[in-house]
């Protein structure tokens, strides 16, 4: 250092963040301070011009680090590298076991349930999707009853199934249905009010039935995939999960009673009118959607 001069631009160098106003009252008084002394005398500029701005209420000087890319690509890829453990970490966690065989029940479980794969009664479950293998089932069960304005109402219990419901061309009920077993005649039973088909002894079946106009079904089991084909008859479904897919009709009045705790309802369109159709579908999970 050669002079005082020197050492003050050094100094100034070091002020350059505050004020114009600021940094020239602090190096008129450091100015004054430092002409009486020798040079030898001086501390190091940083050190005595950060004992300066503290004594003034200033924060002390810090070097700006220059931007780097090969620091800013390592932190990146720490912190993707974190990131991916956690994620990791998270799966493992949220759907343990990731694979599981169970040759009793003929099942596969993968990822703790989001896909579920039922060799029995031919049902694949990815998310909230059900769907049900058609060709797992070999026997057929085909029906047709007579509904009239006393037995007017058709009702299906199941475990699980896949079902397409579609309009009568006549005043029959139409049953098409494959079952996992034989069918016996405890499966449909004839009341005075209405017609029951009981599906919870066997493993799954598919089904389409076909339903007199103004006529009513309820479908209550456990997991199905239901398609409602352009109906013309009051429609009443509870599943604990699955799917249910509604084609309405254009000129059709419907009255839409929808609930799903868990997942994804469409938008329906209700019409006030007294004669509306009436589809009321409660899920536990999964979704209600329109084509």
Known sequence: MQNHNEYLKQLEYYLLDLSVMERAKLLSEISEEISTKELLDLEDPLSFINTKRNI??????QEKQNFS??????KFFALLIISSMLFVGFLVWKFTPLLKIDDATNSIT??????????KSGKVKILDEVQFTEDK??????ADFSLDQRRDEVILNFNS???TLKGSPTSELKLNCKLSVAADNK??????????????????????????????ITLEGKEAA????RPEFNTYIELEAGSVT?????????????DVKEGYTGTFNSSPEEDAYEIQISIGTGSIVTK
């Not at 239901?226 to 084909?229: K, L, V």
């Open 137 to 142: 089932y070999t026997d057929n069960l085909l």
């Open 56 to 61: 003034a209420g200033f924060t002390p000087y």
């Open 187 to 216: 499966m449909l039973i004839t009341n005075d009010d209405h017609i029951l088909i009981d599906f919870t002894h066997i493993e799954g079946q598919t089904c389409e039935i076909q339903i007199p106009q103004d006529k009513k």
């Open 110 to 119: 993968i990822l703790g349930g989001l896909i579920d794969i039922d060799g």
């Open 226 to 229: 239901i398609n409602i084909e």
């Open 246 to 258: 509604i084609t309405p009709e254009v000129e059709i009045d419907y009255n839409f009673k929808l």
């Open 69 to 74: 890319f090969l620091r800013f690509f390592a």
């Open 161 to 163: 199934g896949q079902f």
